[in-house]
């Protein structure tokens, strides 16, 4: 059974109103990072502090042990995916940002990131797939249509 406040976010990822979108947008990544309560966002938060500080070993060491108590809390995959992203390890990141798809098939930035991992890697049409995924979801993102540009721009 669909939860209707979750539908009723998504359906404000599309509305015609800024403000709407903005709101529906903050709200959800609010649900995602407090997903598994108080614990979960804690270690969510020290991570950011930890990887603001550089300290990109002790973030991941702390993300991964987080996925291993809860394996089913998307947005730990989705920190540690953009932790390897940023790192320029993109295979990894890829594998992560395809749990949290599996977990949570209405993450625009996941498959945002999928997108981006995907373009690193050169893989154009599978990015551009990825970006489409995502504004299907988040129809007014114009990162995601100037990214799908850019990709149709370097197909050979």
Same mark, same amino acid.
């Given at each position: 059974?669909?939860?209707?406040?979750?539908?009723? /976010? &998504?359906?404000?990822?599309?509305?015609?109103?800024? =403000?709407? @979108?903005?709101?529906?947008?903050?709200? /959800?990544? =609010?649900?995602? +990072?407090?997903?598994?309560?108080?614990?979960?966002?804690?270690? !969510?938060?020290?991570?950011?502090?930890?990887?603001? %500080?550089?300290?990109?070993?002790? %973030?991941?060491?702390? &993300? $991964?042990? &987080?996925? &291993?108590?809860?394996?089913?809390?998307?947005?730990?995959?989705?920190?540690?995916?953009?932790?390897?992203? !940023?790192?320029?390890? +993109?295979?990894?990141?890829?594998?992560?940002?395809?749990?949290?798809?599996?977990?949570? $098939?209405?993450?625009?930035? %996941?498959?945002?990131?999928?997108? !981006?991992?995907?373009?690193?890697?050169?893989?154009?049409?599978?990015?551009?797939?990825?970006?489409?995924?995502?504004?299907? *979801? =988040?129809? +007014?993102? !114009? *990162?995601? =249509? @100037?990214?799908?540009?850019?990709?149709?721009?370097?197909?050979?």
């Amino acid at each position: 059974m669909e939860d209707p406040s979750l539908a009723a /976010l &998504l359906s404000d990822l599309k509305d015609t109103e800024p =403000q709407v @979108r903005d709101r529906a947008t903050q709200q /959800l990544w =609010q649900r995602w +990072y407090r997903q598994k309560g108080t614990y979960g966002f804690n270690e !969510l938060q020290r991570a950011e502090v930890l990887m603001t %500080a550089g300290e990109m070993v002790a %973030a991941e060491q702390l &993300l $991964s042990d &987080l996925i &291993l108590q809860l394996p089913d809390f998307a947005e730990a995959w989705n920190r540690r995916a953009v932790l390897h992203y !940023l790192q320029g390890r +993109y295979s990894e990141s890829l594998s992560d940002c395809d749990r949290v798809i599996d977990l949570n $098939s209405v993450h625009f930035g %996941a498959l945002h990131g999928k997108g !981006l991992n995907l373009a690193a890697l050169g893989q154009y049409r599978e990015a551009i797939a990825a970006f489409r995924a995502a504004l299907e *979801i =988040q129809p +007014y993102a !114009l *990162i995601n =249509q @100037r990214l799908i540009l850019e990709c149709t721009a370097r197909l050979t």
